[in-house]
């Protein structure tokens, strides 16, 4: 098959013993161009493979932007590092979902609207309590987050836009003490209910943290900010596997709470949201700095199956624009806490100095990802492993309504249905079981 650009911008595309096909360029404001294949199906009997969709755009958005070989990271044109450090969590929301920064007085509305919504209906309490008190948090996440389309039935006609905008504020504002009671029934705590004086990220750590023993408990200032900081730096990363799986839930017509409990559920996989409480474990069977370059041998060689956890990224070729972040509010919060010498801290800085200097490692491109340093924040915080993937969702959720609306509501959305490469048996002729040798 003979593939050859055109002057017209289109690729004329020529397969073996077959007509040629003409294919349009498609392209975006920024990154790569695409062609659009949609044609060659019905023209030549004739589908692309791209195990893992790695090179395939599946849709048109207008959300987020990563460019992986120069260390890009843009919300709705604006750089991840702007936004992480000028901005709260409920600026990059409104962001994300409606395109622009809010003015003052939107932000307020939003803000408000938001806190309207935090309260879960009094029923929900019942679901936690048919959980095993050893129940993973995420497995209560998911289930509760699924069950709400039970509760909030003014919210599931997907074809009325107040529908589609409530179920959206839902779920941003619900998530937190979702989240919260998820962590406080596995604890044997008593549930927290929100405290709406507070901030987004305080009154999630006070639901998460607070005590009827302890009325006048206060959220540390610092660690507020490093949540939200957490949050914003989790709420969108492009056509990932979970934004993907919501999309795809999404254009079967299921409801919001159904699409985002499913992106909770591919979240979930180690591969994907569970790689900071990995790097945690990967720093404990290391022990100390004077194991590292032993580590580091083993990681070179292959017949050792170990891996470098926290390294290397599906999409980032380059440094991961929100590590050098992540690292800086590493270093804030352990100050807080007057921990000067962290062992872990130490001994991931180390990894990362051979890393960055090792040409192994150079060569590979594995450089630090956002989830080699998360891991140490949220243990010096107080949060345990188990909450890791939760807190990720949390933040996600964000990216995912945002997503969501967007694909919804774009002109000739169809449902998703990918093709396959059929490997097996040809047709033939079924042997009744009597005569089966």
């Given amino acids: 098959m003979d593939t050859v650009k055109t002057e017209s911008g289109f690729y004329s595309l020529t397969p073996k013993d077959g007509a040629s096909l003409s294919l349009p360029r498609v392209s975006g404001t920024l990154g790569a161009d695409a062609i659009d294949i949609r044609k060659l199906f019905g023209g030549d009997d004739l589908v692309t493979f791209d195990p893992g969709f790695g090179n395939t755009a599946a849709?048109?958005?207008?959300?987020?932007?990563?460019?992986?070989?120069?260390?890009?990271?843009?919300?709705?044109?604006?750089?991840?590092?702007?936004?992480?450090?000028?901005?709260?969590?409920?600026?990059?929301?409104?962001?994300?979902?409606?395109?622009?920064?809010?003015?003052?007085?939107?932000?307020?509305?939003?803000?408000?609207?938001?806190?309207?919504?935090?309260?879960?209906?009094?029923?929900?309490?019942n679901f936690f309590n048919g959980f095993r008190r050893d129940a993973h948090p995420m497995a209560m996440l998911c289930g509760t987050v699924g069950a709400l389309s039970a509760f909030y039935h003014d919210s599931l006609n997907m074809t009325k836009q107040e529908h589609r905008d409530l179920a959206a504020l839902r779920l941003i504002a619900k998530m937190p003490t979702i989240a919260a009671w998820a962590f406080s029934y596995s604890q044997g705590f008593p549930f927290v209910y929100p405290d709406n004086r507070l901030g987004f990220a305080e009154n999630f750590m006070h639901m998460m943290f607070a005590l009827p023993s302890e009325p006048n408990y206060k959220v540390n200032p610092v660690f507020a900010k490093a949540m939200d900081r957490i949050l914003i730096l989790h709420a969108d990363h492009e056509q990932n596997a979970s934004t993907s799986t919501?999309?795809?839930?999404?254009?079967?017509?299921?409801?919001?709470?159904?699409?985002?409990?499913?992106?909770?559920?591919?979240?979930?996989?180690?591969?994907?949201?569970?790689?900071?409480?990995?790097?945690?474990?990967?720093?404990?069977?290391?022990?100390?700095?004077?194991?590292?370059?032993?580590?580091?041998?083993?990681?070179?060689?292959?017949?050792?199956?170990?891996?470098?956890?926290?390294?290397?990224?599906?999409?980032?070729?380059?440094?991961?624009?929100?590590?050098?972040?992540?690292?800086?509010?590493?270093?804030?919060?352990?100050?807080?806490?007057?921990?000067?010498?962290?062992?872990?801290?130490?001994?991931?800085?180390?990894?990362?100095?051979?890393?960055?200097?090792?040409?192994?490692?150079?060569?590979?491109?594995?450089?630090?990802?956002?989830?080699?340093?998360?891991?140490?924040?949220?243990?010096a915080m107080g949060i345990p492993t188990s909450m890791f993937t939760v807190l990720f969702a949390v933040a996600r959720t964000v990216g995912w309504v945002s997503q969501w609306k967007e694909m919804i509501e774009q002109p000739g959305q169809r449902i998703s249905r990918p093709r396959q490469i059929y490997t097996g048996a040809a047709q033939r002729a079924f042997v009744p079981i009597g005569e089966r040798g």
């Fill in 59 to 125: 849709c048109e958005s207008r959300i987020t932007f990563i460019d992986g070989d120069k260390g890009i990271l843009l919300h709705r044109g604006y750089p991840i590092e702007a936004l992480s450090e000028k901005a709260t969590f409920p600026e990059v929301a409104y962001l994300l979902l409606n395109g622009e920064l809010p003015t003052a007085a939107e932000l307020t509305a939003f803000d408000d609207t938001l806190k309207h919504h935090t309260m879960l209906h009094e029923q929900i309490r």
């Fill in 246 to 379: 919501v999309r795809i839930a999404g254009s079967t017509g299921a409801n919001p709470f159904a699409c985002i409990a499913a992106g909770i559920a591919a979240l979930w996989g180690p591969a994907h949201g569970g790689a900071n409480e990995a790097v945690l474990k990967m720093l404990g069977e290391i022990g100390d700095k004077s194991q590292v370059p032993e580590f580091i041998r083993k990681v070179k060689n292959k017949e050792d199956g170990v891996k470098l956890m926290g390294f290397g990224h599906r999409v980032y070729k380059n440094f991961d624009p929100r590590a050098k972040i992540m690292q800086r509010t590493c270093q804030e919060v352990l100050g807080e806490l007057g921990i000067r010498h962290e062992p872990q801290l130490e001994l991931a800085m180390e990894l990362e100095r051979i890393a960055l200097e090792d040409d192994y490692f150079v060569e590979r491109k594995l450089y630090p990802n956002v989830d080699f340093y998360s891991g140490i924040i949220l243990k």
